[in-house]
């Protein structure tokens, strides 16, 4: 069975081709280019060498022969990815400001994704399984995805395996307390990856210091935060590191802080040190930025050909 299995998203994202983009009026999209925060990571995992699988659900169409071909390809197990006779794979469509900022809409809740139930858990995929990744992006989807996602979660803590989480917090996607939500899942984290404000909102404090001291997040294993093209900082074992960014031109951003936790729980997965997997980890994500669409992994000969380029980060 793999040693990193995700749950979640195997969708499909259009992306404007214009800056400013308003949904609003008529304009154009490229597309559908393979995506889902879930069906990233575990692409990220494959390339960079360490066996890797889904828990998923997506349609009878075009859009999931997209995602499963690519994800195939890669080496992804999709053993745990269910079909549904129903609904088509999930889609979303994001538009990006001048400031960086981005907007989205998801088609998610009523897609094939939206449907997954407890049901559709093969819990024996998680037998000798290492880390299990959630994704807030689309952990609660649709409370039918929030009960698979709690079902994961009891099936990986039963087997020892740990828990990985990345709320990929989306404006349009999660109202209310994400600190009362997400409470069943940040209980049991054992590492967090998650931008400062991320880490804020979800431990509803008001500095990253008063985060990280916040119940959970001060008994997880690893806490990740993640600054862009600014790399990243790792707190572990009583350490604080800042760990330097990689160089590269800027593409489509979309999609590299989940290719960083694929490839630093890669690493982590064949013994890696975790400040060597972090450096590794930002080198995956400068890479992905270089290319357009969500899924540009890099596999593991392009992440190392880049860290010996810029030697120990810059
Ligand atoms: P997303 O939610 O879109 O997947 P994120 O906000 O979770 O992304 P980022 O901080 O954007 O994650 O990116 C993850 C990591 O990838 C960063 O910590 C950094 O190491 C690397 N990275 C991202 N953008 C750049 C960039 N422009 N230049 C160099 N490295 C980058
Ligand atoms: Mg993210």
């Not at 129903?86 to 989205?104: K, W």
Request: charged share 20%; net charge negative; with cysteine.
């Amino acid at each position: 069975m793999p040693d990193i299995m995700a749950i979640g998203d195997i969708v499909v994202e259009f992306l404007g081709t214009q800056l400013n983009q308003s949904f609003s009026e008529t304009g154009s999209f490229d597309g559908p280019f393979e995506s889902g925060s879930a069906a990233i990571f575990v692409d990220q995992a494959a390339r960079a060498g360490v066996s890797s699988g889904i828990f998923a659900k997506v349609g009878r169409d075009g859009f999931a022969q997209l995602v499963m071909g690519r994800l195939q390809k890669d080496g992804v197990s999709l053993r745990g990815v269910k079909r549904s006779e129903r609904t088509p794979t999930g889609a979303n469509f994001v538009t990006y400001n001048s400031d960086g900022s981005r907007q989205y809409i998801f088609h998610y809740a009523n897609s094939a994704m939206g449907e997954m139930g407890p049901e559709d858990v093969e819990e024996e995929m998680l037998d000798g399984c290492k880390y299990m990744f959630f994704s807030g992006s689309n952990a609660m989807a649709t409370p039918s995805m929030w009960q698979a996602s709690l079902r994961c979660i009891e099936c990986a803590m039963e087997r020892g395996v740990k828990i990985v989480f990345d709320p990929n917090v989306r404006a349009e996607l999660h109202k209310g307390s994400l600190k009362e939500l997400w409470e069943p899942l940040i209980s049991c984290t054992s590492i967090f990856l998650g931008s400062e404000s991320e880490l804020m909102a979800l431990s509803e404090t008001q500095s990253v210091e008063q985060g990280l001291a916040a119940a959970h997040f001060c008994e997880m294993e690893i806490i990740v935060l993640k600054y862009g093209a600014q790399g990243s900082r790792i707190l572990a074992g009583g350490q604080d590191i800042y760990i330097p960014p990689y160089h590269v031109d800027e593409t489509d951003p979309t999609g590299a802080g989940d290719s960083f936790a694929g490839a630093f729980l890669a690493q982590l997965c064949k013994g890696e040190a975790i400040e060597r997997a972090a450096l590794f980890a930002n080198a995956a994500g400068a890479l992905h930025v270089t290319q357009p669409g969500p899924m540009s992994c890099p596999s593991y000969e392009e992440i190392v050909d880049l860290m010996e380029r810029q030697k120990g980060g810059n």
